[in-house]
């Protein structure tokens, strides 16, 4: 019941000798996360602990991966080193990339994202500025509360974690096969698209739940996607219905013209595609309370 990750993911930690880091290692194994070490090449041949884990420090990707079969990265990396972090990453062709780090310049991102394509894409990357994915009961990679909700047949694809978090919370007692965070930043990796796509493909999601916000035309083309390829029932929010108009908004790192990019027009668009929204998170986990009882 997931996407992306599951109980069986070999997750290393990029930069996991640092606050944040060791903090949130700490929180994803207590959630059942399989975390087989970390890397920091200035720590390499230490170790790290946990509880009664004891995890290997690496002095880099590649080396971590042939000692350990890792499978997921991720990294919590200042914003300056987390472009030579990810490009590490991709050049040891690990198949999942978790970027939670928030700040990272445009260009960075831009360059991670070209580098990835050149590379044959051979890295899905989350992120970055997310808080990563969640597979109740499972796996965790992020910094998503693992209390929030437990397992269900719900798939939740957010561009906001907070927003992640309330929706999870709101529809607790039903549950999640996996949510994802992917980012409000301009370039991100993984889409709306991909994870509808995945979720589609995943029998034990029946229904999924997608969150919005102004700027940009990510949840128009999601909309388009939907019309023409997902058959299962998809609830939608989209943030910032009472956002004034030309006014840049930090976290959808977009500016609102006319129309374009609005609460209204992206609700519309959705709506046109057979999706049912919400004006505020929860009503949006209500339309999706309804959705699970018919089913």
Not at 1 to 22: C, L, P, R
Not at 174 to 192: K, L, N, V
């Amino acid at each position: 019941m997931s996407i992306f990750v599951n109980k069986d993911s070999k997750v290393i930690v990029q930069g996991i000798t640092g606050g944040e880091a060791s903090k949130h290692t700490a929180l994803m194994l207590a959630a059942g996360t399989n975390i087989v070490g970390g890397v920091n090449a200035r720590k390499a041949g230490t170790t790290v602990t946990h509880g009664d884990v004891t995890l290997p420090v690496f002095g880099s990707v590649v080396e971590a991966i042939d000692t350990t079969g890792a499978d997921v990265s991720i990294a919590f990396v200042p914003p300056a080193f987390a472009k030579d972090a990810a490009i590490e990453a991709i050049d040891a062709e690990i198949p999942l990339l978790v970027i939670i780090t928030e700040g990272i310049p445009v260009g960075d991102s831009a360059e991670v994202w070209a580098y990835a394509q050149e590379k044959g894409n051979k890295t899905r990357i989350i992120g970055p500025n997310c808080p990563g994915i969640i597979t109740p009961g499972e796996a965790l990679v992020g910094i998503t509360p693992a209390s929030i909700a437990g397992t269900g047949p719900i798939g939740l694809v957010s561009k906001s974690g907070t927003l992640t978090y309330q929706m999870m919370y709101e529809l607790r007692e039903i549950g999640f096969s996996t949510a994802i965070g992917i980012g409000g930043d301009p370039i991100i990796g993984t889409t709306h698209i991909d994870a509808l796509a995945a979720f589609e493909a995943d029998p034990d999601t029946k229904a999924i739940v997608m969150i919005g916000e102004i700027g940009g035309d990510a949840e128009e083309r999601a909309a388009d996607y939907i019309k023409a390829h997902v058959t299962k029932p998809v609830v939608g929010y989209v943030a910032g219905f009472t956002a004034p108009e030309g006014k840049t908004m930090g976290h959808a790192g977009a500016i609102v013209s006319g129309s374009a990019g609005t609460a209204q027009a992206k609700k519309e668009a959705l709506e046109a595609a057979g999706v049912k929204v919400g004006k505020t998170p929860s009503e949006a986990a209500n339309l999706m309370r309804e959705i699970v009882a018919g089913l």
